[in-house]
Nanobody, 119 residues
Framework: QVQLVESGGGLVQAGGSLRLSCAAS????????MGWYRQAPGKQRELVAA???????SFVDSVKGRFTISRDNAKNTVYLQMNGLKPEDTAVYYC?????????????WGQGTQVTVSS
């Protein structure tokens, strides 16, 4: 069974940094686009950052210049480096693995990790 295990969340003051990690197992990791989503209370889940199998990256406007996403295919791990954190970054962060193969789409999710930014 596919597993995505996030770690690195926690409580940090505004302006601080955190690095989230997501370790994947039982998928061909290098073939997947990996994404970080977040969901704040009362809000919809949103895509924060993504990195393709070719390591092309994209970010939601609100985190550009503050967050970076990277991957280590040898370790089957994707990272989200979050700098300059703001209270509005507070959310549960979820790791996602996505792949399109022909007409089929594959999506796998982690259990989420809480990030809380205090003002």
């Amino acid at each position: 069974q596919v597993q995505l295990v996030e770690s690195g969340g926690g409580l940090v003051q505004a302006g601080g940094s955190l690095r989230l990690s997501c370790a994947a197992s039982k998928i061909i990791f290098r073939l997947y686009t990996m994404g970080w989503y977040r969901q704040a209370p009362g809000k919809q889940r949103e895509l924060v950052a993504a990195i393709t199998d070719l390591s092309r990256t994209s970010f939601v406007d609100s985190v550009k210049g503050r967050f970076t996403i990277s991957r280590d295919n040898a370790k089957n791990t994707v990272y989200l480096q979050m700098n300059g954190l703001k209270p509005e970054d507070t959310a549960v962060y979820y790791c996602n693995a996505h792949r399109v193969l022909g007409t089929r789409e594959y999506d796998h999710w982690g259990q989420g990790t809480q990030v809380t930014v205090s003002s």
